[in-house]
């Protein structure tokens, strides 16, 4: 399959934009339209299946609760083994913790400490980078662990916020959808 321009308008058209929400000045770029129907859903995960082919990779790793969409999908399509990186409190065994900075304060993902044996090349795959705290957080979870990030995938990028600079240097970013301006449809 390749990723043609089509394929991408398709999955753009389904990603509404949403004014003034969660405040006033943002544009909030709803997936809720794309994950309703299910062309788009499919054109969606088998784009993002395409861009990643070429990385090598044992286990994904999403964060809750978009990402599991997404990361879900790829793992299976892949036949690789999905690693769940959870808010605190939601693993029942030993877990592995990394807290990250929020626009205001900060939060934590933990994974189960044997989730990612050490050696193990990690795919990290989220719907949305942003500011790239969640990214870099599941990033710092695959290393603690011992493993190594394959690359990182993302269905939207907000290039503007340049949340790409907060992944380390030398990791693979893809992104379907970039919108380089905040108020671009």
Do not use: W
């Amino acid at each position: 399959m390749n990723i043609t321009e089509r394929t991408i308008q398709v999955i753009r058209n389904r990603i509404r934009s949403v004014p003034d929400y969660p405040s006033p000045g943002v544009v909030f770029r709803d997936i809720t339209p794309l994950m309703e129907d299910g062309p788009s859903l499919h054109a969606a995960v088998d784009a993002l299946a395409e861009a990643t082919r070429s990385l090598d990779y044992d286990r994904v790793i999403s964060a809750e609760a978009r990402g599991f969409v997404f990361g879900t999908a790829l793992a299976y399509r892949s036949r690789k083994g999905l690693v769940l990186a959870r808010k605190p409190g939601k693993l029942p065994r030993e877990v592995i913790s990394v807290s990250y900075e929020l626009e205001y304060g900060t939060d934590s993902l933990e994974v189960h400490a044997d989730a990612i044996p050490p050696g193990t090349r990690v795919l990290v795959a989220d719907d949305l980078l942003a500011t790239g705290g969640t990214a870099r957080a599941m990033c710092e979870l695959v290393e603690k662990s011992g493993g190594s990030v394959a690359g990182c995938a993302f269905l939207i990028e907000l290039g503007f916020l340049e949340g790409r600079k907060k992944l380390l240097a030398g990791y693979d970013v893809i992104s379907l959808i970039n919108y380089h301006d905040p108020a671009a449809e």
